[in-house]
């Protein structure tokens, strides 16, 4: 977690930058840069349609043919693109990017089908390793085996010496065999820890299995890598996410490290790759205290916005419900922030003018949140504030509806429905599905809907989360119709969700999210049109440039 002391020492920062469209130098100037014979979806509508696009410097300065070439002098770079489709960068809203960039060079338990597979992999991974370096990454799912939890007894024979650390796919459980168990300070007697579980078997003993805010026990137990060691994944993960076409991620994350990476790698230039965090809300004061100091960063690396997490997650049966879960009655999942803590935490953030926005999984971990961004907004008065709610899954019908009333950004990862829906009927039931993962119902509700891939969870490519969106036909392939169709959005309403929705979602509408001179020049260039081509292929479009401030980072 973010500490106050750590944060008020990161340096590097500068004044946050904000241009309208058609104010930015040069405007009568020589295009540094012309792409000519295009097919460019801007995103200004579902169907609106270019030919050219010319740029000046770091931003849009011309779109059409006749608007490009009235421009295009001796030394503008001609680019002359075939035919190839274009579209505005792609905004992932969601991301733990450190993380995911680090899992880059761990060991997959991802698509392990039976608990044989799952140990045989991890003691492969743990012969690999030195004796005693924790063995981490993982990205394990025990459904795809039916169900089982595993047990620190399966893996203990074949890691004596190795402490093992791996987490479920949706990074709210880890497994750990006895030795970590050990070198983490946890046994029969540690106490539960507030908003996280320990999972004990009929003897009182530890599983292995640790989930949510218990996980910090282990965390310190493993330690942080060094600055360059985390400064050089980030670049891989800059690296990986310009190659699907991603030009700004939003961090959302509840340590610093992502944020601290790239403010070194901006204090060195420009990181190629946008950023935008959201820092722990319990921490908000210390965030004023940065603004204050330093601003709220630039169109590189930005920050002003703060992140708490209210529940768990429906895979680990720690996501918040009015009812028990269908396949373990004796719970219906945690509460991971005091919900008093909640409301003094936001009520105070959102006066000093920061941005906030809570992970909310569960029917009523979702109306709780609801409830208390319309108690804090109705407490500090009106303002352009933007409360979000990352991941929106379950809701009861009468929430729906309340995203658009109260003005709240629906942060939203489709590929979770098609990865979530092999087996959520067993956690659920069929009838609280029907509001879950309610995209079609958010998006004509009128409410703002911005989209992300939550990776590493999910992958980062841009285009599984179209598919998800426009298909909903679930990895299993059990749904080739779509799981719950009603919920299915159009092609053009899930792109916007990834471009303009994402720039709302970040306040820089005006600076990015469309295609349109005065925004900076965030495009990609692809291999198909998006339009022209049955919705089932999407995931195999390739992004052959992409570009960001006006220069081809990728391709």
Known sequence: MIARRRLLAVAGGTAAVAVAPGAFAGADEPLDIAYVNARVWTGAGPDTRTDAIGIKGDRIAAIGVEAVRARTGKRTQVVDLDGAFVTPGFIDAHVHFVKAATMLSQPSLRDAENPEEFIARVAAAAKALPKGQWLEGGNWDQDRWGGEMPNRSWIDPVTPDTPVAVIRYD?????????????????????????????????????????????????????????????????????????KGVTQVHPTELESISFDSTRRLRAAGETGLRFRHYLPLKDWEAQVELIAREGR??????????????????????????????????????????PADLRRWMEGADKAGLQVTAHAIGDEANDIVLDTMAAVAAANGPRDRRFRVEHVQHMKPHALPRFAQQGIIASVQPYHAIDDGRWAVRRIGEERLKTSFAYGSLVRSGAHVCMGSDWPVAPIDPLTGLDAAVNRETLDGRNPHGWHPEQRITLAQAMRGYTREGAYAGFSETRLGLIAPGLLADLVVWDHDFFAIDSHSLTKVKALRTIVGGVQRFG
């Not at 530890?206 to 985390?230: M, N, S």
């Not at 895979?315 to 991971?336: C, K, N, Q």
Request: charged letters at 25%; a negative charge; one cysteine or more.
């Open 297 to 338: 960063g630039d169109d590189w690396v930005q920050w002003g916005g703060c992140k708490v997490v209210f529940d768990g997650s429906l895979g680990s049966r720690t996501a918040r419900f009015y009812e028990p879960y269908a396949d373990d009655p004796t719970t219906r999942g945690i509460i991971v922030t005091d």
């Open 171 to 243: 990074l709210h459980m880890l497994l750990l065999n006895s030795l970590a168990l050990r070198l983490a300070g946890i046994d029969r007697n540690t106490p539960d820890v507030p908003g996280g579980v320990i999972e004990r078997d009929a003897q009182g003993e530890p599983t292995g299995i640790i989930k949510d805010a218990a996980k910090d026990l282990v965390l310190r137990a493993i330690g942080e890598p060094t600055p360059d060691q985390i400064d050089a994944v980030t670049r891989e993960g800059i690296a990986v996410a310009l190659s």
